[in-house]
């Protein structure tokens, strides 16, 4: 698979997130001048600085000419925030805000684009494929493994409780022994995709509620 290529109108924070970004497959681009757009094809997605570059109508409309990918926006307020969902961008983030979150954000728009890939840490979950690569190794999911995952991932970040991967994963109804046969999907998965499953990097147990799947 080749890398994930992530456009960023606004040098500073292009180079912020290139930075937070480094051990993964995603390359981040950083530019300033919002009609060189075009000039890079392979963008899977783009995030504009609404700081460096005001967001408005025929901004929107400037880039949506130039590209068709996935759009977040990076807002300093709520209002603006309103106007950029109004216009059709995918995500938006509102200032102050925490690296770890644009990385979030970014993951979650990158789970957007056509070729149906999902980027965590060092992870590479092609959904069209069903195939999961950790760098150059393809790694060997049984069809459990890679739905748990799939779905964990498609909700990058976020608690999944029991009931809900039951609901979703195994489609059956909590039961006694339920919870354990989750624990135990749960275990053999961070054989698969864990360095040390002991200490997971990507599948991390909340306790009492369910699993939470990190960016890594």
């Known amino acids: 698979m080749e890398m994930v290529t992530i456009l960023v109108i606004g040098k500073e924070l292009g180079d912020q997130l290139a930075q937070c970004m480094a051990t993964e497959r995603v390359r981040v681009l950083g530019i300033e001048d919002i009609g060189k757009v075009r000039l890079y094809k392979r963008a899977q997605a783009v995030i504009l600085d609404a700081s460096v570059v005001p967001l408005a109508p025929e901004t ?88 748990l ?39 053999r998965l961070r054989e698969k995709i864990e360095d040390d499953p002991g200490k997971p990097r990507y599948v991390v147990s909340v306790r009492g509620r369910g699993y939470m799947l990190k960016p890594g």
């Open 60 to 147: 929107f409309q400037n880039l949506r000419e130039q590209v068709k990918v996935p759009l977040l926006a990076v807002v300093p307020a709520y209002e603006e925030a309103r106007l950029a969902l109004q216009l059709g961008c995918d995500e938006v983030l509102v200032r102050p805000f925490d690296l770890e979150e644009l990385k979030l954000r970014a993951h979650k728009v990158l789970g957007l684009v056509e070729n149906g890939c999902l980027v965590v840490g060092e992870l590479l979950i092609d959904l069209r494929a069903r195939q999961v690569r950790r760098g150059e190794e393809e790694l060997h999911l049984s069809p459990l493994q890679y739905e």
């Open 149 to 187: 995952l799939a779905y964990l991932a498609r909700n990058l970040g976020k608690v999944v409780e029991y009931d809900e991967l039951l609901d979703e994963v195994w489609r059956c109804e909590a039961c006694e022994g339920s919870r354990e046969m989750v624990k135990m999907a749960i275990r």
